[in-house]
């Protein structure tokens, strides 16, 4: 069965600096890959999200991940984080020929200071 | 925004008692799913659907029913609600079991005392 990894349960910076979210999966077939944010109070939306192709893809909001299959990851990043990012961020998994469903992190909360 | 309903959206009710949340969708999606959010979890899946009338378990599914009689609409109940049950409850939709994203809803936040 998959398995999700977010190391960083808490994430503190502050305006301008660089992100990364580390997430790891344990699978070892094709998997599909998605990062999910959750603004206070509200419902999850997608980020950006990973099919195949470019390991490199681009989301809404200056968010980026990329794919590298020999480590299983899929980490997130953005260059200059606003205000604004502060929110949960989720990876998940979606694995191939897996009878599991959509696979969540335990999510990493970044607050970004003024 | 998906069109994706979920209600009551807020929910206090006492140990013991039959609990049902809603979830509504307007998009025809095949593939329906209950979630609950927990802190240090993560989302865990509750029970999902493919279609009407069927159903599976997720990880979490103790303690929890589900029923889908038509596409638009997916029940949870709680049979007997307990503490640990408190939870904020998310309902998705998908359009296939893989290969796309999932579009969720605003969520319940069910407290039970």
């Known amino acids: 069965a998959q398995s999700v990894s977010q190391h960083n349960h808490h994430v503190i910076l502050s305006e301008a600096a660089s992100l990364e979210l580390g997430c790891n999966y344990s699978?070892?077939?094709?998997?599909?890959l998605f990062w999910y944010v959750q603004y206070p109070g509200q419902h999850l939306q997608l980020l950006l999200k990973?099919?195949?192709?470019?390991?490199l893809v681009k989301g809404i909001k200056g968010f980026e991940a990329e794919f590298i299959k020999s480590k299983f990851s899929f980490n997130l990043r953005k260059p200059s984080v606003q205000w604004s990012d502060t929110a949960e961020y989720f990876c998940a998994v979606n694995a191939l020929g897996s009878a599991r469903q959509l696979t969540f992190g335990s999510g990493t909360q970044l607050t970004v200071l003024p | 925004d998906a069109g994706i309903t979920q209600s009551p959206r807020h929910k206090v009710t006492e140990t013991g008692t039959p609990v049902t949340l809603r979830c509504h969708q307007t998009e025809n999606h095949r593939y329906m799913y209950w979630y609950r959010q927990d802190p240090g979890h993560g989302l865990r899946l509750i029970h999902y659907?493919?279609?009407?009338?069927?159903?599976d378990k997720g990880e979490v599914s103790d303690g929890y029913s589900v029923s889908r009689s038509k596409t638009e609409d997916f029940l949870l109940t709680l049979e007997s609600a307990t503490s640990s049950q408190t939870s904020v409850y998310f309902c998705?939709?998908?359009?296939?079991?893989?290969?796309?994203?999932?579009?969720f809803g605003q969520g319940t936040r069910l407290t039970v005392v």
């Open positions: 990973y099919f195949s192709g470019d390991p």
């Open positions: 998705a939709i998908s359009e296939s079991r893989t290969g796309t994203e999932a579009f």
């Open positions: 659907s493919y279609g009407v009338k069927d159903t």
């Open positions: 699978y070892g077939g094709t998997v599909n």
